[in-house]
């Protein structure tokens, strides 16, 4: 089973950006179709953005369309989140997931491996 380990999180502005890495170890990266979901403080977990084995199929959160750009390189295990034109309501803690075979999902549940989170806070 592959494991997932995010960077790329800090303290920013609004308006700049920011790209998130999570890398996978221990398992075939390309049969894991992966997400980004986020947790802002006193709040849920919330889906952001997902895309498929093969980075064919990618989906995003209304609020993040045309800021965010998911993307993977199955070589290097690796699937990114560029952030452009940070808000503050961008603030939370953002979590990696990888979803074993299927289409990509925007459901907590359909994922059964999570990284521990790198925090991106944005300051107006």
């Known amino acids: 089973q592959v494991q997932l380990v995010e960077s790329g999180g800090g303290l920013v502005q609004a308006g700049d950006s920011l790209r998130l890495s999570c890398v996978g170890s221990g398992g075939t990266f390309s049969n894991y179709a992966m997400a980004w979901f986020r947790q802002a403080p006193g709040k849920g977990r919330e889906f952001v953005s997902a895309i498929s084995r093969f980075g064919v199929d990618t989906d995003y959160v209304g609020s993040v369309k045309g800021r965010f750009t998911i993307s993977r390189d199955n070589a290097k295990k690796t699937v990114y989140l560029q952030m452009n034109s940070l808000t503050p309501e961008d603030t939370a803690n953002y979590y990696c997931?990888?979803?074993?075979?299927?289409?990509?999902?925007?459901?907590?549940?359909?994922?059964?491996?999570w990284g521990q989170g790198t925090q991106v806070s944005v300051s107006s």
């Open positions: 997931a990888a979803k074993l075979y299927g289409s990509p999902s925007n459901r907590e549940s359909d994922f059964s491996t």
